[in-house]
């Protein structure tokens, strides 16, 4: 029986969801966010937690989103998600914007991995 992790890092497809380690870690740092944010009773603190974590999580997809509508292309992924996500964020459903994008991300890194 193999070591398994060995057989970890031998895997291609663990090797590449670790190696951008910058995504892996704004996916964590946002889950992180997200519990802290359930956990708070309602208040401020409650929403700043909750766009703390939108804006970790969702900050590449945003600043894509604009670069892409100068560029001309307007319905890419990056903006329907923004549109969708910032009218969560505008109905004031925190939590939905920021699972969302979350989600997004996540299948962004498998979407790569599987890729590379």
Known sequence: MKNSLATRQ???????????????TMIMVTILLMIIA?????????????????????????FDSVKNIGAGELF????????ATVGALLLQQYPEAVAVMLFFEIGELFEDAAIS
């Open 10 to 24: 031998n895997n291609p497809i663990i090797r590449s969801l670790f190696k951008d380690k910058r995504r892996v």
């Open 76 to 83: 890419d992924e990056n903006f329907l998600m923004t549109v």
């Open 38 to 62: 359930v956990l708070l009773p309602a208040s401020p603190l409650k929403i700043a937690a909750f766009v703390l974590a939108y804006l970790v999580i969702g900050h590449p997809v945003l």
